[in-house]
């Protein structure tokens, strides 16, 4: 069971793909979806800027300008929550006593710090979205700082979540976190596949028989896994798995983001690279 499910709302169009990705999630075994609407406080903003007013004299311009937006975000957050109620025939709740399988509630908060990071950490998933307008870095933070699980919506709401689980392998901690934290997925998944792709030919047997050696410590768990294998040059690596996902008809990609810097906030492996800029299945990941 994921128990509670962080979604974060910014008002943006990527909203209604968070919200519907989170109701099929808690749908699979029931869940609570707290949702975020974390907004940029604009009085510590002006605090901020009136340090350097006397460089950037239009800056109470700018603060309007981002109040302005910051009101017109949560507007469209709260009618994206609100719309999400009324076609999942969801209640609000803010207390657990008596709440349905599936339940829902709304949090506002204002602030410059990283709110969204700050909730993910009392929470089982956290579900964020692609948009154009989005911080990439808020999305790396929680990924790599919040100890916990994150979901990217893709850009077209689904409309279920979790029936056909691919993996994407590698023999890796970070692989292997990814698995542990998904398994309620995996306990409750109709069909799984193990996609392992090898970007020397050298390595193609160990690759292999890595993969199946996790197809058979998930036997024991009761779930059962194929197998696919795939050899490929290290530029299209993303692009296989994903070819391989799409021809398997999987609804869910899992993997762990893997980095090729300590600081990997900031450089990120190519295929992490490659999937957090556009992946348009769901996808798990965990670090």
């Excluded at 709401?157 to 993996?167: E, F, M, N, S």
């Excluded at 692989?175 to 306990?187: E, H, K, N, V």
């Excluded at 792709?197 to 199946?212: G, I, K």
């Excluded at 021809?247 to 893997?258: F, H, S, T």
Aim: hydrophobic share 45%; glycine share 6%; proline share 3%.
């Amino acid at each position: 069971m994921l128990g509670t499910i962080l979604a974060s709302l910014s008002g943006l169009v990527s909203d209604r793909s968070v919200l519907e990705a989170a109701v099929a999630a808690a749908r699979i075994d029931g869940g609570h979806i707290q949702c975020l609407r974390a907004r940029i406080d604009v009085v510590e903003s002006a605090a901020l800027a009136a340090a350097s007013a006397k460089r950037h004299a239009d800056y109470y311009e700018t603060l309007q300008e981002i109040a302005d937006e910051e009101d017109q975000r949560s507007r469209h957050a709260g009618e994206a929550f609100s719309e999400a109620c009324r076609r999942h025939a969801l209640t609000p709740l803010d207390r657990p006593e008596g709440a349905p399988k599936v339940s829902i509630a709304w949090k506002e908060t204002r602030s410059l710090l990283n709110e969204t990071l700050n909730e993910a950490r009392f929470h089982d998933l956290t579900i964020m979205g692609r948009a154009a307008n989005l911080s990439r870095e808020q999305i790396i933070s929680v990924l790599m700082r919040s100890g916990r699980p994150l979901l990217l919506a893709p850009q077209k709401p689904v409309d279920t979540l979790g029936r056909r689980i691919a993996i994407a392998w590698k023999d890796s901690a970070e692989a292997a976190r990814a698995l542990t934290a998904a398994g309620p997925l995996l306990s409750r998944a109709d069909s799984i596949i193990i996609l392992a792709v090898t970007e020397n030919a050298d390595e193609a047997d160990d690759t292999r028989t890595s993969a199946e050696r996790l197809a058979n410590r998930l036997a024991w768990r009761g779930i059962k896994a194929e197998v696919r294998t795939c050899e490929t040059p290290r530029a299209a690596t993303s692009n296989i798995l994903l070819d391989m996902a799409y021809e398997w008809n999987a609804d869910l990609l899992v993997m762990g983001a893997y980095g090729h810097s300590r600081v990997r906030e900031f450089i990120f492996g190519g295929v992490t690279h490659d999937l957090l800029a556009a992946c348009p299945l769901p996808l798990f990941m965990a670090s």
